[in-house]
């Protein structure tokens, strides 16, 4: 992947993440709870997103399924996180829970077009020969 689709792709899960965190905030309104509530989701939704990169990236230099096991359980993992992290937010009242798992999940699907341009050409290295 060369430098300018890395750039492009990063700069399309920006504008994705900031487009969702404006229509919670629109949908649910400017409350400080609503506000933490977003800035929790898309910061540890970014961040889940960015360690997954990572980890996929490393995955495609190893022998086959490597990559997809680390996406598969990446996204348990997620939804275990998005459970218990609604949850305590709902029952602490911390920050807004909907907002939180709204831009929480924004933040995951900002993040697949990136990891789709980064794995883009490398499945005949990790996937073995095409027929």
Do not use: K, W, Y
Request: aromatic content about 4%.
């Amino acid at each position: 992947m060369t430098a300018r689709t890395t750039a492009l792709t990063t700069l399309a899960g920006i504008a994705v993440l900031a487009a969702v965190a404006a229509g919670v905030v629109a949908f649910r309104g400017d409350d400080a709870a609503v506000i933490r509530g977003v800035a929790l989701g898309a910061g540890l939704g970014a961040a889940g997103s960015v360690v997954e990169a990572i980890l996929v990236h490393d995955a495609l230099r190893r022998p086959r399924g490597q990559a997809l096991r680390i996406v598969l359980l990446g996204f348990g993992l997620r939804l275990a996180f998005l459970l218990g992290a609604t949850l305590a937010l709902d029952a602490t009242g911390v920050a807004d829970a909907a907002s939180f798992a709204l831009c929480f999940l924004g933040g995951f699907l900002a993040s697949l077009p990136a990891l789709a341009a980064a794995t883009s050409g490398r499945a005949m290295r990790n996937g073995g020969a095409a027929s």
